[in-house]
């Protein structure tokens, strides 16, 4: 070889204590080696920088970089990098917010470290000068829950700033400086509440979409409420259908329905990485979806103008967004359906 490093093991004076085979211990370091060595120079391995990249090899066979941000998923959430400047140096922290485990796949789990370690390997994630020198702890700024398990955050120090830091001998292990515990804890407040909303409640109402949710989520006196959407024109078909003198009742069974909403068999649940039953690949089938919007239609589309505005904004009402090649079909169908009808 011209150049690069060349790592040799040999004479293995502890391998053998204590084990059945010294063939399955052997195995069994290198595979840790190699986990290891793909976490921590996953930046160098990535190409992250254009002509920065470097390979390395266990036994001739290639190391993958391990992202453990997930970066190259559609579904998690990079927000914004934050600088701030340590005795003119440059601190860079760039928080992610993982998928929800229902969304990764079995390779993207493993690579997140299993169910187990989804909560284990949240908090921050130290770089010295792009290379994994500390992670999965909060500094003592935030406990490790269940509930911010979805959040992690790069930390990219100089090696300038080594004074500052509680840098073992190894340059791997490091403990921020005040200052620094001071600035990431502003930061770490605004990740979490991330990582909380994507984990506790996947259906709640967004402030920033156009989907008519069957939930709304609340703040009320400080805490949260999670509340049927009255507005909901499935809600509004039942009304309509319904004799007068019985709306009332209706109403009463939808607030015994919220004061009694399970949030704690739901919170053991999901943190238990149980999912519910109830997936959206079979809560509707292409016949109950035209089924539910024909019956919401007959029973708040009495005129015309309602019924164009309900079929206009069907695909933005859940469970039909759900759905959107399915919604399409349905839409026009239930348009020719409904003219045929008025017009004779």
């Known amino acids: 070889m011209r150049q690069g490093t060349l790592v040799v093991w040999q004479n293995f004076d502890r391998l053998s204590a204590g084990e059945s085979s010294i063939e399955a211990a052997l195995g069994e ?23 920065e990249s470097i390979s390395l090899s266990i036994n001739k066979n290639p190391i993958v970089p391990q992202d453990p ?32 485990i229902s969304k990764l796949s079995a390779d ?8 187990e370690g989804l909560r284990r390997n949240q908090g921050f994630y130290i770089y010295r000068n792009r290379r994994l020198i500390s992670w999965g702890s909060w500094f003592r700024l935030l406990r490790q829950e269940e509930i911010t398990k979805l959040a ?12 500052l830091w509680t840098l073992d001998v190894k340059k791997s292990a490091a403990f921020p400086p005040e200052e620094v515990r001071n600035r990431l804890k502003v930061i770490v407040e605004r990740i979490t509440e991330g990582s909380r909303r994507v ?29 049927i959407n ?25 607030q015994t329905l919220e004061l009694n909403f399970p949030f704690d068999a739901l919170y053991a649940d999901m943190a238990s990485e149980r999912r519910p039953e ?67």
């Not at 595979?31 to 992250?48: K, P, Y």
């Not at 506790?200 to 402030?207: H, K, L, P, Q």
């Not at 949710?213 to 409420?225: E, M, N, Q, Y």
């Not at 009255?230 to 939808?254: M, N, W, Y």
């Open 69 to 100: 941000f997930l970066s190259h998923l559609k579904a998690t959430q990079p927000l914004p990098e934050e600088i701030f400047e340590i005795e003119g140096q440059k601190v860079r922290v760039a928080p992610f917010i993982l998928p929800h």
């Open 29 to 51: 370091r290198i595979d840790r080696a190699r986990d290891h060595l793909s976490l921590v120079f996953h930046r160098f391995l990535g190409n992250e920088r254009v002509g």
């Open 278 to 344: 109830s997936t959206e690949s079979t809560q509707c089938n292409d016949e109950e979806l035209y089924d539910l919007a024909g019956r919401i239609l007959d029973a708040v589309g009495k005129d015309s103008e309602s019924a164009a505005r309900l079929l206009q904004n069907l695909g933005s009402i859940e469970p039909f967004n759900k759905f959107p090649d399915e919604t399409k079909k349905i839409v026009d169908k239930l348009e020719y359906v409904y003219r045929e009808r008025t017009t004779n």
């Open 108 to 115: 993207s789990l493993r690579i997140a470290g299993g169910e």
């Open 152 to 163: 992690r955050v790069r930390v990219d120090i100089p090696n300038s700033l080594d004074h």
């Open 199 to 227: 984990y506790t409640y996947r259906g709640r109402r967004a402030n920033n979409d156009n989907i008519v949710h069957s939930w709304d989520r609340k703040t009320v006196r400080g805490g949260v409420a999670y509340v």
């Open 230 to 254: 009255r507005e909901h024109p499935l809600a509004s078909a039942v009304e309509c259908a319904i004799p007068e003198d019985h709306v009332a009742l209706f109403q009463k069974f939808l």
